[in-house]
């Protein structure tokens, strides 16, 4: 309690510089003092990844995993090889995802799922035929029709006589 009392004592003739006696604290410190509120930090809003959109992936999706199976039932060791090993389902997922902007050359699909040259020899083409024969034929389909105007009613309110109403007795 002691040392509490002697950290509010002082000794020399001013406390501050705000009350207009002539005494200022920026002679004493190199930098300006900021007495105010603490500044609330914005954090800048999170971009959410920019990808395909999310109703075109599952048939894509599909179509990789459909090209996936006859890659490994064509290949002589894909009795013994698990068809993940070709590609991984998290690579199939990242493909689905990725913009039909991003996958123009098969090197695109090499960088994207950062594989190796001996996999891009092997399947890079042939992948990338599947995802530009998708890329070009589906999103068409999946396109949202227009709206249809909404139907006109069957009576026409504007023209039908109106009733009185009805006085209670």
């Known amino acids: 309690m002691l040392i509490s009392l002697l950290a509010l004592h002082f000794t020399t003739d001013f406390c501050c510089d705000r009350h207009g006696n002539g005494f200022d604290l920026s002679k004493y410190v190199s930098s300006p003092v900021y007495a105010g509120p603490e500044p609330k930090v914005r954090k ?25 199976a006859r890659i490994n039932q064509s290949d ?18 990242t493909l689905a995802a990725a913009l ?31 995802i530009q ?12 029709r227009p709206r249809t105007p909404p139907r006109a009613p ?6 039908t006589p109106r009733h009185p109403k009805r006085k209670k007795v």
Do not use: M
Request: aromatic share 6%.
């Open 100 to 130: 039909p902007s991003a996958i123009r050359i098969p090197s695109d699909i090499v960088d994207l799922l950062e594989s190796s040259t001996e996999w891009s020899n092997k399947y890079a083409a042939s992948l990338f035929d599947v």
């Open 133 to 144: 024969l998708y890329n070009t034929s589906a999103p068409h389909l999946l396109k949202k």
């Open 44 to 68: 800048p809003p999170q971009r959410k990844p920019r990808g395909r959109p999310v109703k075109e992936r599952p048939p894509l999706h599909l179509l990789i995993r459909a090209w996936r």
């Open 76 to 93: 002589p060791l894909g009795a013994i090889c698990p068809p993940r090993w070709i590609l991984d389902d998290s690579k199939i997922k």
């Open 154 to 159: 069957l009576v026409d309110k504007a023209n």
